[in-house]
């Protein structure tokens, strides 16, 4: 178990993205159930030892794959429309950019994101805990209420700076431009998702495949082989695997679903 450890996750990985990149969109519920399945089997494998309870790792997997599979067939759908109407408003403004020639695209990109990816802001800390001994189950709830309720203010406080501080990268002029290309952008997205739902089921499912493809195979390969042998490997190189496989899963889902149509209407 410990010598095949280290593959499970990829191995899991490369399956479900093969299963997105060629069935996605047509099987969008039993495709994301079956794939989310494996990853939270493989991801209760993992944990099983670590796990101080008396029940079999396989066992421990199968409760993890069903529970994953379950929650995914159910947040498919709106994970879908939002994913889509995201990716809309993100390359809108790219798009638009380019379109009015507002200058160096990639510098403008890369200045947003060290932006946003900056280490963080200090903000306000959060209150040490309290020594005396908790007695009643209230008492506990109470405390981790609190516990929680800090932690998730700090997260979008954080949150909220890093977004300021990318929205100051954005130089002043073209900020107005951007904002409704990038609405209207969210808008075309989410219509798209509402009335074409299969191309963005495929959409998202080709991506989404392409990337577990690429990574479960860059691991394997790291597990395999040194860093000298993967130096040729560039995060170029990686990128534009990534997006290749993408379109060519999209193209054959396409391409799938068209003789599936041609082939009912000729048996009708």
């Known amino acids: ?67 994953t599979a379950i929650l995914a067939v159910y ?32 510098k403008m990109i890369q200045g947003v994101v060290e932006a946003a990816t900056a280490p963080e802001l200090s903000t306000e800390p959060t209150s040490t805990s309290n020594p005396t001994q908790l007695s009643t189950t209230e008492d506990v709830l109470i405390r981790t209420l609190k516990m929680v309720t800090q932690d998730v203010r700090g997260a ?10 990318a929205w100051n990268a954005i130089p002043t002029g073209p900020r107005l431009m951007l904002v409704g290309s990038a609405l209207v952008g969210l808008l075309i997205g989410l219509l798209v998702a509402t009335f074409m739902p299969y191309l963005s089921s495929a959409l998202v499912t080709s991506a989404a495949g392409s990337f577990l493809l690429v990574e479960g195979i860059r691991t394997i390969a790291a597990t395999i082989w040194t860093p000298y042998q993967l130096s040729s490997i560039t995060p170029s190189v990686v990128v534009w695997a990534t997006v290749g496989i993408a379109i060519a899963g999209l193209g054959l889902q396409l391409t799938f679903s068209r003789k599936r149509k041609t082939a ?3 048996a009708g």
């Open 264 to 266: 009912l209407q000729q």
């Open 1 to 67: 178990m410990e010598q095949i450890a280290p593959f499970i996750v990829p191995a899991i990985c490369i399956v479900v993205g093969i299963i997105l990149l060629l069935a996605g969109g047509r099987l969008l519920k039993s495709a994301i159930g079956l794939s989310c399945g494996l990853l939270g089997a493989g991801i209760g494998l993992l944990l099983a030892p670590s796990l101080s309870v008396g029940i079999s790792p396989l066992i421990i997997a199968l409760i993890f794959g069903i529970v």
């Open 75 to 106: 947040l498919a759908k709106f994970a879908i429309l939002l994913i889509v109407g995201i990716s809309f408003a993100i390359v809108s403004p790219i798009v638009t950019w380019h379109v009015a020639n507002l200058g160096d695209g990639e």
């Open 156 to 165: 979008i406080g954080i949150g909220m700076q890093k977004a300021n501080a």
